[in-house]
């Protein structure tokens, strides 16, 4: 956490170090961030064998 700070901003790890870990936590909470806007369809799951080979194609990927 304190490295991706210091990377994002230029700060030394000794000026971050001083910082109160409140104000880091709000740093990283409120950072920019990509949000994916596709949704993942539901999957309806009728057997093992089904279950078994969706789980294995997560694995994988």
Known sequence: MIYQ???DTGW???YIMR???PTLI???SDAPRY???HKDKPVRITS???LFGLLSQKQTN
């Open 26 to 28: 709000m740093m990283l």
């Open 48 to 50: 093992k064998e089904q």
């Open 19 to 21: 910082l109160p870990y």
């Open 35 to 37: 949000v994916n806007g």
């Open 12 to 14: 030394s790890i000794e």
């Open 5 to 7: 700070i210091a990377k």
